[in-house]
């Protein structure tokens, strides 16, 4: 199967980007993007979650109409093009759910909305994000879903997320993690680490990072033999019109392994009972850039 960590086709910068600032542009992206996914999403299955770009349509030809503005606000593109297994997880819409493909057990966050200073980012002035967990945080969940992980059956288990936790552009001078990464962390960290995820993986930044395994931004070891702490991916370098990130202020963290902006690229992951490697590719030449396995 694909998965898709957030920011599914831009398709909130469609005007920007196409120099169609009066046409209503959002829902032709959109539909372009589904029509270039559908040779192998027909044949193979497409995960997705929620990234800052699923949010609204924030173009003028929205934020001119009462209509438009309010019914393309809060992800409701998202929620009504995908359906994901949130049902069958115990979740209460696709922002948040979770599968197994053994040996993996695989959740999906929604690190938009929903948790304490949570970003919620919104272009526009009329409208407001989140409430998909009623009031509450879809942390709960993500507790009760993780104590529920038979490691018999799935002895493997990944988070995945939009916003990442450990990122060499979005940390303080001491690697700790900074403003939304900060938040994130208090928000989820702890959980993790104390049901054992063997890996975090996020999108966001534009860019491919990879850590050594931590917790509380310190390394807890050198080695991928049974580490006690996740890993973090950072696997936001599929490609998109604004580019790469800037990593002229990266901080070099004692947790940091490999940092890369200057390609485009995918991940792959091979899993059997005991070990899985993940290996990221240069999409223009198809050849590995970084590698790790990881062994229980």
Not at 37 to 48: N, Q, S, T, Y
Not at 283 to 288: L, N
Request: charged share 20%.
């Amino acid at each position: 199967f694909l998965w898709f960590l957030g920011d599914i086709g831009y398709a909130d910068d469609s005007f920007i980007h196409s120099g169609a600032y009066v046409q209503f542009d959002y829902e032709i992206a959109y539909n372009e993007f589904m029509e270039q996914i559908e040779p192998f999403a027909a044949i193979k299955p497409v995960m997705v979650l929620p990234g800052n770009h699923e949010a609204e349509c924030h173009s003028p030809n929205c934020q001119l109409s009462s209509t438009k503005v309010h019914q393309l606000s809060n992800f409701s593109a998202y929620v009504h093009r995908f359906r994901m297994p949130y049902d069958e997880s115990g979740a209460t819409s696709n922002m948040w759910y979770s599968f197994d493909v053994p040996p993996i057990h695989f959740v999906n966050i929604d690190t938009e909305t929903d948790y304490k200073n949570a970003p919620n980012d919104s272009y526009t002035p009329f409208t407001s994000n989140g409430n998909f967990a009623n009031g509450g945080s879809w942390t709960e969940w993500l507790e009760a879903d993780l104590d529920k992980v038979d490691r018999s059956h799935t002895p493997f288990v990944f988070v995945g997320g939009h916003r990442p936790i450990y990122s060499v552009t979005s940390c303080d001078s001491n690697g700790n993690p900074a403003d939304d990464s900060a938040n994130l962390q208090a928000a989820i960290e702890d959980i993790m680490y104390s049901h054992e995820v063997d890996v975090y993986f996020a999108g966001h930044k534009h860019s491919y990072e990879r850590s050594y395994p931590v917790y509380k931004a310190a390394k807890e070891s050198d080695s991928y033999d049974a580490p006690r702490a996740p890993v973090h991916v950072v696997t936001g370098a599929g490609g998109c019109d604004e580019g790469h990130d800037d990593d002229s202020k990266a901080v070099n963290a004692s947790w940091h392994v490999m940092h890369d902006t200057s390609r485009w690229g995918y991940g792959m992951i091979v899993a059997d009972e005991t070990s899985f490697t993940w290996t990221q590719y240069d999409a223009a030449t198809d050849t590995a850039i970084d590698t790790f396995t990881l062994k229980h």
